[in-house]
């Protein structure tokens, strides 16, 4: 039964009147979200109706039954309140929106039906849990709005309150999206029918949620925009409609405080350096290509980071170096203090490796999911503040961290107020300490002394009216009352108020005793509301310096960062990077950052490149061409996100782009070919690079006949040189090339040194000068274990083809 057949059906058969009242508020909510999933509070569990029960059933393996009878008997299934997180994480992961619907009353309180609402639809990119969520990596979700030829995307981490924004063109999509790697995507309905986008984020599996065009207008946004950050930050258009439709949908979908979301980046291309995804995969940055994993990957080397923020960051400045030449330098300062500065860089190690998620932290109390062990959390996080400031000097980057706030009130609120060994729900006690609030001290000396302040009562009465033989009892039907005997009922004071005759005298209760019976038979329950209020006192308070707090949360991070270039360059003896305004790159004794950490004997080469110049490398395959030039890539790029790197000596020019084509694939899912990959690959470079740019080809024009290849890749080579002009590591197997130096002075012939041994060849792995006529391909077929048959076979077809040119077309089977 879906919803369509459902919803007539308790409408107009039934009549909403014959449903429960608890049913009618779940067909009200349902009928709002008909796209979700709806958990539906009631007493200790979510429930879930109709065809929600039979999808949750299926989906979290739990047993469906019913509840009603007759036209009145719908399906159901649920699950206890404490066990929601796990399995709200199995829906979200399998792609489904889940409205969470609570209680917003106490039932205990409420006069009639409990009142409930949706506090928050959950989403991919909607997600607060710890546990959903991974540390190292910001989980985004992404608004797409585009105009004409026009595109812009607003990025929200809900967990952070990060929230960024960029124009770029339409084809920069796919890179925008493998750059950012964002959760979900929300965009118009009526670009829903762009396939190209589409097919983007399908092939990243971004799950998609349109809405309406009007969420998207342009002066509904403006407005989201002035009324959220009470400013449009002067943004383009097109960033404008991204953004506040992103806003919009936060706000619709949260409904909880978001104050943590305070700003707006705008990412600034021309401030980065572009690394289209091409560039991002071939030179494995993030993931490799074998399996995805971080294994063998540039930023399993860099990061050392001991912190959740500074391991999202360094991810983030890998995605986005630098290109503003004095904000590299002030990180490589930074840098090369901490390598000078051992003792200091230990010491902050030990500190920062203690300090918890503090943007996430904050981001939750603000948000109001967040429990006490959080607030401990948030507190022993920002303790080491003091201490890190202490041990770092007053200039540059480190000196602008320097200068963050210690919050010590936070610290000293959080310590005087919250218990370590707090249990993980604010609604159960046991969260604040005593002597904080003298109210709940009070309460708990009533729940632990009643007895004691019965009794004391007792003989204060005795005392005052002299019967002796007066005693305060205790019934369920009757609570606490006083019981006098006939014999001393003369002796009543007036105040005493008749409560019950008995055979053998009189009960009464005065206002004092009831008020005592009140503070002993609710203390517990008291103490449990007064506690939580006091924790949400607290956690207003320190939502109060939310914005400090996120500040502290990024310098840490930096430091963090740059604490983890230290160590890497301390250890692993990177070198600080000379880096200028020049077209130059001189690296000598260059090493791959990460080969470097599998091979003992690594082999280093020195690269001389001037005036933009195109190296021709040749040499036989597996001899290190490949590693050579992925090499100079990973050694520029750590250079411009303010690292140390794997050298000797190293002067790095500027470079605004990176362009790699290496090595090959047929891409399936759109019908492309390996040379039609490669094609598109190259004619990418060729349109966008510029003389500020690096370019790594390897091996153009293999993916069809050897003429059209060579053709292909002695076009392409004089195309860079006379027009592009960029900065080219151009490897190849046709050896012609090595004849473009003869015509073109920028082009410079490099090889890699083979020594000849009889029949053996030994790979040295050392680059020099000059060019090889000789590509070595049998040497490589018997290394790679061909049959001794074949590799003779081979032989002697090489001695009749280069005896004569014609003989191909006279060959016989």
Same mark, same amino acid.
Request: glycine share 8%; charged share 30%.
């Given at each position: 039964m879906n919803l369509t057949q459902f919803l007539p059906k308790i409408e107009n058969a039934l009549q909403p009147e014959k449903l429960s009242p608890g049913m009618r508020q779940f067909v009200e909510v349902k009928k709002q979200h008909p796209d979700c999933v709806v958990l539906f509070r009631m007493g200790d569990f979510y429930e879930t109706f109709y065809d929600d029960a039979k999808l949750v059933s299926q989906e979290l393996d739990i047993v469906l039954t019913a509840r009603g009878s007759g036209e009145r008997r719908a399906p159901l299934a649920g699950i206890p309140y404490h066990a929601? $997180?796990?399995?709200? =994480?199995?829906? *979200?992961?399998?792609?489904?929106? &889940?409205?969470?619907?609570?209680? %917003? !009353? #106490?039932p205990k309180l409420a006069k009639g039906l409990v009142k409930r609402g949706v506090v928050r639809i959950v989403t991919p990119g909607m997600v607060m849990e710890q546990s959903m969520l991974d540390e190292k990596s910001n989980n985004y979700i992404m608004s797409l709005f585009t105009h004409g030829e026009q595109c812009a995307a607003a990025f929200c981490d809900i967990s952070t309150g990060e929230f960024f924004t960029s124009a770029f063109r339409a084809e920069q999509c796919a890179t925008i999206v493998t750059r950012f790697n964002p959760a979900e995507c929300i965009m118009p309905k009526s670009l829903a029918v762009n396939t190209e986008i589409l097919a983007v984020l399908k092939q990243y599996q971004v799950a998609i949620h349109t809405i309406d065009d009007t969420m998207f207008h342009a002066d509904y946004c403006k407005n989201q925009l002035i009324n959220h950050f009470n400013t449009d930050f002067g943004m383009q258009q097109v960033m404008i409609q991204s953004s506040g439709a992103l806003v919009s949908h936060i706000a619709q979908t949260q409904k909880a405080n978001l104050s943590y979301i305070n700003t707006i980046k705008i990412v600034n291309w021309s401030e980065v350096m572009t690394l289209d995804l091409w560039t991002m995969r071939n030179l494995e940055l993030m993931q490799n290509m074998r399996d995805q994993t971080t294994k063998g990957t540039l930023i399993s080397v860099i990061d050392r980071t001991q912190t959740p923020m500074g391991s999202r960051l360094i991810r983030k400045w890998l995605r986005e170096p630098l290109r503003t030449l004095s904000k590299m330098n002030k990180r490589l300062d930074a840098v090369e203090w901490l390598v000078q500065h051992g003792? $200091?860089?230990?010491? %902050?190690?030990?500190?920062?490796?203690?300090? @918890?998620?503090? $943007?996430?932290?904050? /981001?939750?109390?603000?948000?109001?999911? =967040?429990?006490? @062990?959080?607030?401990? /959390? %948030?507190?022993?996080s920002i303790e080491p503040v003091k201490k890190i400031k202490e041990l770092l000097p #007053? =200039?540059?980057? %480190?000196?602008?961290?320097?200068?963050?706030?210690?919050? *010590?009130?936070? &610290? $000293?609120?959080? !310590?005087? =107020? *919250?218990? #370590? #060994?707090?249990?993980l729900s604010v609604r159960e006690g046991g969260m604040i300490k005593r002597e904080f609030d003298s109210e709940l001290d009070k309460m708990r000396d009533v729940q632990k002394n009643g007895k004691n302040i019965i009794a004391s009562m007792e003989e204060q009465e005795k005392e005052k009216t002299g019967i002796k033989n007066l005693r305060i009892r205790f019934t369920n039907v009757f609570g606490y009352f006083i019981e006098v005997s006939k014999s001393h009922i003369g002796k009543v004071p007036a105040h005493y108020i008749r409560k019950q005759t008995t055979v053998n005298g009189e009960r009464y209760f005065t206002p004092e005793l009831k008020e005592q019976e009140e503070s002993i038979l609710h203390a517990e329950e008291r103490i449990v509301v007064r506690e939580f209020e006091l924790f949400q006192d607290i956690c207003k308070k320190t939502m109060e310096k939310n914005q400090l707090i996120q500040a502290a949360a990024r310098h840490i991070a930096t430091l963090d960062v740059l604490w983890s270039f230290a160590g890497v360059a301390a250890s692993s003896r990177f070198v600080r990077p000379h880096l200028d305004e020049s077209s130059a790159i001189e690296i000598k004794n260059g090493r791959h950052p990460v080969i470097e950490q599998f091979e003992h004997n690594f082999v280093p080469n020195d690269i001389t490149m001037k005036n933009n110049e195109l190296m021709v490398i040749t040499g036989p395959n597996m001899s290190g061409k490949s590693s050579f030039m992925r090499q100079v890539a990973l050694i520029v790029i750590l250079s411009h996100i303010g690292s140390f790197v794997p050298a000797d000596s190293a002067r790095i020019g500027l470079v605004d782009r990176i362009f790699t084509r290496v090595g090959a694939a047929d891409d399936l899912a759109s019908g492309q070919s390996t040379f039609m990959v490669e094609m598109t690959e190259t004619a990418n470079i060729l349109h966008n690079a510029t003389d500020k740019s690096l370019i790594i080809l390897d091996e153009i024009g293999r993916g069809t006949s050897t003429y059209d290849g060579l053709s292909i890749a002695w076009s392409v080579a004089e195309h860079i040189v006379q027009k592009v002009k960029a900065k080219t590591l151009f490897a190849t197997h046709y050896h012609v090339l090595n004849k473009l130096a003869e015509t073109h002075p920028q082009v410079k012939n490099i090889t890699v040194a083979v020594k000849e041994d009889g029949d053996e060849i030994i790979f040295l792995h050392k680059i020099v000068d000059g060019s090889t006529d000789k590509s070595y391909g049998i040497h490589v077929a018997r290394l790679a274990g061909m049959p001794p048959s074949v590799i003779e076979r081979a032989k002697e077809m090489q001695n009749i083809l280069e005896s004569d040119n014609g003989a191909l077309s006279r060959l016989k089977p």
């Open positions: 929601l $997180e796990p399995n709200l =994480a199995k829906l *979200v992961k399998n792609g489904h929106k &889940v409205a969470i619907v609570e209680q %917003l !009353e #106490d003792l $200091e860089r230990a010491e %902050l190690g030990a500190l920062l490796n203690g300090i @918890r998620d503090i $943007e996430r932290l904050i /981001g939750r109390i603000t948000y109001g999911n =967040a429990n006490a @062990r959080d607030l401990i /959390g %948030l507190k022993k #007053d =200039a540059g980057i %480190l000196g602008d961290i320097k200068k963050m706030d210690s919050l *010590v009130s936070i &610290v $000293e609120l959080i !310590e005087r =107020a *919250v218990q #370590d #060994d707090s249990p």
